[in-house]
């Protein structure tokens, strides 16, 4: 089956500090990609989607400046999180379309940001 | 707006016992897909069906079943014969029916099986 990865799965940074977490689809193209945050004990929450050739979409209350994505390319989607604080501190989980007759999605194993 | 809303927040059952996880979903369209995943302690997402919403049959693989029910707008799973491995947080999430669309998760449910 279609596989998602993340990189790097675990992370651990001083405030203040950048980290960026990389979304690759290993073998198809995605011109969407999500990216989600989970708080300890909480639901998976759509913070924006990633589009390929153009400005990322954000949800609601999630700073654009703060959390940068670019989608370099068809299988390649990242997430920068600027001056980070702990209370950035959570687990971030991409998911990638693929093209079929239905919604199929596949999703990264996540990364989990401990900031410090 | 899309909703999801999975009212069992933890569960504990008994190894071996029966136990069924509750989804209600809420949605204007009339094409949309309906999910089930698990999540263990590792944090990985596990996919356990996905559901066309033109489809009401229930389906049954090994241990687990769905029951969708378009009339009252529920998506319910059933683990039988519960095992210690089954202890996770499932999820039921809804998305549109189009390529491309994002997920809405319900709030989870975190489930114990005791030995």
């Known amino acids: 089956g279609a596989v998602v990865s993340q990189h790097p799965s675990r992370v651990i940074c001083k405030s203040g500090t950048s980290v960026k977490i990389e979304c690759r689809s290993l073998d198809f193209q995605a011109t969407t990609m999500f990216w989600y945050r989970q708080f300890p004990k909480q639901s998976l929450m759509l913070m924006a989607t990633?589009?390929?050739?153009?400005?990322?979409?954000?949800e609601q209350g999630v700073e654009k400046d703060k959390f940068l994505i670019n989608h370099a390319s068809l299988t390649l989607s990242t997430l920068t999180v600027t001056s980070a604080h702990p209370e950035d501190s959570s687990f971030y989980i991409c998911?990638?379309?693929?093209?079929?007759?239905?919604?199929?999605?596949?999703f990264g194993p996540g990364t989990r940001l401990t900031v410090l | 707006a899309q909703k999801v809303t999975q009212a069992q927040t933890e569960i504990s059952v008994v190894e071996k016992e029966d136990v069924t996880l509750d989804c209600v979903y809420e949605t204007r369209d009339t094409t949309y897909y309906l999910f089930w995943y698990k999540q263990p302690p590792s944090g990985e997402l596990v996919f356990l069906i996905r559901r066309n919403s033109f489809d009401e049959q229930n389906e049954i693989s090994g241990r687990y079943s769905w029951n969708f029910q378009k009339s009252t707008s529920s998506f319910n799973f059933t683990i039988t014969a519960s095992q210690v491995v089954d202890s996770a947080v499932y999820f039921c999430?809804?998305?549109?029916?189009?390529?491309?669309?994002?997920?809405?998760f319900g709030p989870g449910t975190r489930l114990s099986v005791l030995p």
């Open positions: 999430a809804l998305s549109e029916a189009t390529y491309g669309q994002n997920f809405v």
């Open positions: 990633s589009n390929e050739g153009s400005k990322a979409t954000y």
């Open positions: 998911s990638a379309p693929r093209l079929t007759s239905y919604n199929e999605q596949f």
